[in-house]
């Protein structure tokens, strides 16, 4: 059995955006953890104002590739998910909402020892593709689409130190 990322903390720090994936299939079960970690997301007021997509037809996927310039690899990736959100459930923080979904999806991808890579389709051009694509109603904000697959290649990426990004007590002060 292949070893999965288990701790939190290890998952944060080793999960990258894949834009390069295998053929090998996603299993069923590794799709339907993945929907269960969107699905236990932190919600205000508990609305759960997201609803997923799931595409794994070959032709759909390309559809979407073509549509959105930054995705190109969801054509390769074997499963998208894309993120919906309704601001009737949540009028002021469904997209908000949305996005704590797809940060639990994106750690499980990678707990699952799978790859991927969230884009963003919100107050673009692409929002209205996607919705003809998938024949999304009006009312539902198309908020991002996340490619999943096995990963084809090992990434790295840095981050900034944390006295850079942090400040104490007030802005731009740094702990004594």
Not at 3 to 28: F, Q, W
Not at 157 to 176: C, H, N, W
Request: glycine share 6%.
């Amino acid at each position: 059995m292949e070893e999965y990322a288990t701790d939190v903390l290890e998952a944060i720090r080793g999960r990258r955006s894949i834009r390069m994936y295998l053929s090998t299939p996603v299993e069923t079960e590794k799709i339907r953890a993945i929907l269960e970690a969107g699905q236990w997301a932190p919600s205000s007021a508990n609305q759960q104002p997201w609803h997923f997509v799931v595409v794994t037809d070959s032709t759909t996927r390309k559809k979407l590739a073509e549509a959105h310039s930054h995705g190109r690899f969801m054509a390769e990736s074997p499963v998208v998910f894309v993120v919906l959100s309704d601001p009737k459930r949540e009028p002021r923080y469904h997209l908000a909402d949305a996005h704590n979904a797809v940060e639990n999806m994106l750690l499980a991808a990678y707990s699952l020892g799978l790859g991927s890579c969230w884009m963003g389709v919100r107050d673009t051009q692409i929002e209205p593709r996607f919705r003809e694509i998938l024949g999304i109603p009006e009312e539902l904000r198309v908020v991002c689409s996340v490619a999943v697959g096995y990963s084809a290649i090992k990434p790295t990426s840095t981050r900034f130190p944390l006295d850079q990004i942090v400040s104490y007590e007030m802005f731009g002060a740094k702990k004594k």
